[in-house]
T-cell receptor, first 111, second 112 residues
Framework: GQQLNQSPQSMFIQEGEDVSMNCTSS?????WLWYKQDPGEGPVLLIA?????ELTSNGRLTAQFGITRKDSFLNISASIPSDVGIYFC???????????FGSGTRLLVRP | DVKVTQSSRYLVKRTGEKVFLECVQD?????MFWYRQDPGLGLRLIYF???????EKGDIPEGYSVSREKKERFSLILESASTNQTSMYLC???????????FGSGTRLTVV
């Protein structure tokens, strides 16, 4: 089945640093989504991307839908302690509305 | 805002028990999904449903079944719980179309 490779697996950074994570797929996706999961909670949608090349921001977060439609990245600028959590990429590749999730990037921020 | 409510945050069940995990959404979404989340494996789709009484297998349906008798409710059933079903279970819903899902807070199930 579809596979999403998300990297890095984890990051431990200093408050104020910028963060970058990415996902690659073996196949084309029509939609890329980025979610954040706080400890003990369900994932919450951060950014949705619907067109190849699209670059979208949500506050300090910026995500891009790769031109090849096989990758996406998420950047977080000037990280703060509440950015701590697990970030998941997810892709949708047909009209079945099924999302395929990456394995997640665990972010820890040192105050 | 859409709300997806999972009936239990934590459950402890014995091996061989029949377990019901309940999920209710309040925004009249057609699509509902059950995922399990395990460290290092991300979220894996168990079952999903596009409409009442409709269900389709996801990537890991073995050992599970589902029920959708009403549009707002999607139940996950572990027919005979086993220790390898110890996991975080997440329910989600979405409207038709290529929109993101809204997730519940999850049920952490421990099978002993």
């Amino acid at each position: 089945g579809q596979q999403l490779n998300q990297s890095p697996q984890s990051m431990f950074i200093q408050e104020g640093e910028d963060v970058s994570m990415n996902c690659t797929s073996s196949s084309i996706f029509n939609t890329w989504l980025w979610y954040k999961q706080d400890p003990g909670e369900g994932p919450v949608l951060l950014i949705a991307l619907y067109k190849a090349g699209e670059l979208t921001s949500n506050g300090r977060l910026t995500a891009q839908f790769g031109i090849t439609r096989k990758d996406s990245f998420l950047n977080i600028s000037a990280s703060i302690p509440s950015d701590v959590g697990i970030y998941f990429c997810a892709g949708m590749w047909d009209s079945s509305y099924k999302l395929i999730f990456g394995s997640g990037t665990r972010l820890l921020v040192r105050p | 805002d859409v709300k997806v409510t999972q009936s239990s945050r934590y459950l402890v069940k014995r091996t061989g028990e029949k377990v019901f995990l309940e999920c209710v959404q309040d925004m009249d979404h057609e699509n509902m999904f059950w995922y399990r989340q395990d460290p290092g494996l991300g979220l894996r789709l168990i079952y999903f449903s596009y409409d009442v009484k409709m269900k389709e297998k996801g990537d890991i349906p073995e050992g599970y079944s589902v029920s959708r008798e009403k549009k707002e409710r999607f139940s996950l059933i572990l027919e005979s719980a086993s220790t390898n079903q110890t996991s975080m279970y997440l329910c989600a819903s979405s409207p038709p179309g290529i929109y993101g899902y809204t997730f519940g807070s999850g049920t952490r199930l421990t099978v002993v």
